[in-house]
């Protein structure tokens, strides 16, 4: 059974930076596409970045140029790298694993993709 286990979130000043990972388990790492999502309160869950399984990447709009994704096969794990965090990320990250593989779908999620249970950023003015 597959499980992704999150961590690396916390409290931080506008302008700091975090390193979220998480670590899989129960699922053949490589052949997926991993990524973060989040979800503000009152608000939707929104995706933030992606890799693919021949690790592309791509990012939302609102983190380009501050976040990066990596994945690291031989450990099951893909980080979030967060750099000139701004209030407005304040949200809970999820990790999610998608077997289909791509950029395109993991933006697309349906049943098929995986969850963890999340890790909440906090970014104080």
């Known amino acids: 059974q597959a499980q992704l286990v999150e961590s690396g979130g916390g409290l931080v000043q506008a302008g700091g930076s975090l390193r979220l990972s998480c670590v899989a388990s129960?699922?053949?790492?490589?052949?997926?596409?991993m990524g973060w999502f989040r979800q503000a309160p009152g608000k939707e869950r929104e995706f933030v970045a992606a890799?693919?399984?021949?690790?592309?990447?791509t990012y939302a709009d609102s983190v380009k140029g501050r976040f990066t994704i990596s994945r690291d096969n031989a450990k099951n794990t893909v980080f979030l790298q967060m750099n000139s965090l701004k209030p407005e990320d304040t949200a809970v990250y999820y990790c999610?694993?998608?077997?289909?593989?791509?950029?395109?779908?993991?933006?697309?999620?349906?049943?098929?993709?995986?969850w963890g249970q999340g890790t909440q950023v906090t970014v104080s003015s």
């Open positions: 999610a694993a998608d077997p289909r593989g791509s950029l395109y779908s993991i933006r697309r999620p349906d049943v098929s993709i995986r």
């Open positions: 129960g699922l053949t790492f490589s052949t997926y596409a």
């Open positions: 890799v693919s399984r021949s690790a592309s990447s």
